[in-house]
């Protein structure tokens, strides 16, 4: 009976997991559509012990059949007020060279993680939010053939 309850709380859990997962990487908002195309997520990424941070992640899509450049820059607001993204410029413009109908998805680990906006902590045993960002924006957004 035990052995059967194990097996099913493992399933549940498996479950559970696969679940959040799921509905964390496959609810992707459209953020610009035209030649390229860039969509958002929030993702939860391990930050300490005690708090995980909530990143949103972006999903690049060339839709041409040319090589491209995209830049663009980042604007965010903390409780509703602007921040001042001039005094670190280089931090909030961007560069990204996509090939020919290619797919870059950001996340938390990979090469192009500085591309992930810092969006709250989350309190890992309890899941309570402390949200920071309020809003964001894409702006300047330019893209060239390669």
């Known amino acids: 009976m035990k052995r059967k309850l194990l097996r099913l709380t493992l399933f549940l859990f498996s479950i559970l997991f696969a679940n959040s997962l799921f509905s964390q990487s496959n609810n992707w908002e459209l953020y610009y559509d035209d030649e390229i195309k860039i969509e958002y997520n929030y993702m939860i990424c391990d930050f300490s012990s005690t708090a995980s941070k909530e990143m949103i992640i972006f999903r690049f899509t060339n839709l041409s059949e040319e090589e491209i450049t995209l830049n663009y820059e980042t604007e965010i607001w903390h409780d509703s007020v602007k921040i001042n993204t001039e005094q670190n410029a280089d ?7 996509l090939n020919s109908k290619q797919i870059i998805t950001i996340n938390c680990e990979n090469q192009w993680k500085e591309h992930a906006i810092f969006s709250a902590f989350v309190h890992n045993e309890t899941s309570e939010k402390y949200v920071s960002l309020t809003k964001f924006e894409l702006t300047n957004i330019t893209i060239s053939d390669d």
Do not use: G
């Not at 931090?91 to 060279?97: A, D």
């Open 91 to 97: 931090e909030f413009r961007k560069t990204i060279n």
